[in-house]
């Protein structure tokens, strides 16, 4: 079976670009999450979804923005990058995002902005 | 306080000897708990979760977990070479309607010579 996939692997913006990060999850899995991981430190929470529903959200500004298809795949979007937006982008699965589940992750979208 | 830390090491244990990795947390509602290992430029690999008080093993893998004293830790046996990695520990924590959010310590970087 196929784990989460994300796409694009890496990519390169320039400040004040718009980007937009790709997830599906775990055949079966109905809930992704978004994490924000900076070199050195653990990952930081951005946004669950679960059903296509926001089930919570982190402390990040309103640049950011995210949303889940009837597939149960998501995107993740980010407005007006900035510089300390340079950060590996992860999305996890997990079967319905309860405090329980287990909660398995993509490979990462690494994003450089210049 | 922050709300999850760890030890950043680096903690360098030989091959073969027990390598124990440490994780205090500040929410003392917080239920569930979670080991990851992230290998240098990849993504977290669940390891272990744990919601009891007590032991759980899992190979040569034993998640240790008080919540009296908001401590978890990961006991890694007959340690590898390939043991070498970051290990993050993750908690869900109690407050309302926080679903799947995980906290994540910074992380410890485990190095076990040959």
């Known amino acids: 079976d196929a784990g989460v996939t994300q796409s694009p692997t890496h990519l390169i913006k320039t400040r004040g670009q718009h980007v937009t990060l790709r997830c599906s999850p775990i055949?079966?899995?109905?809930?992704v999450s978004w994490y924000q991981q900076v070199l050195g430190q653990g990952p930081q929470f951005i946004f669950q979804?679960?059903?296509?529903?926001?089930?919570g959200r982190g402390n990040f500004p309103d640049r950011f923005s995210a949303r889940q298809f009837p597939n149960y795949s998501s995107e993740l979007n980010v407005n007006a990058l900035l510089l300390g937006d340079s950060a590996l982008y992860l999305c996890a699965s997990s079967s319905t995002g309860g405090s329980y589940n287990e909660q398995f992750f993509g490979p990462g979208t690494r994003l450089t902005v210049l | 306080q922050k709300e999850v830390e760890q030890n950043s090491g680096p903690l360098s244990v030989p091959e073969g000897a027990i390598a124990s990795l440490n994780c205090t947390y500040s929410d003392r509602g917080s239920q569930s708990f979670f080991w990851y290992r992230q290998y240098s430029g990849k993504s977290p690999e669940l390891i272990m979760s744990?919601?009891?008080?007590g032991d759980k093993e899992d190979g040569r893998f034993t998640a240790q977990l008080n919540k009296a004293s908001q401590y978890v830790s990961l006991l890694i046996r007959d340690s590898q070479p390939s043991d070498s990695a970051t290990y993050l520990c993750a908690v869900n924590p109690s407050f309302y309607n926080q679903g799947g959010k995980l906290i994540f310590g910074q992380g410890t970087e485990l190095s076990v010579k040959p």
């Open positions: 055949s079966g899995h109905k809930s």
């Open positions: 744990i919601y009891s008080n």
């Open positions: 979804y679960y059903e296509k529903e926001e089930r």
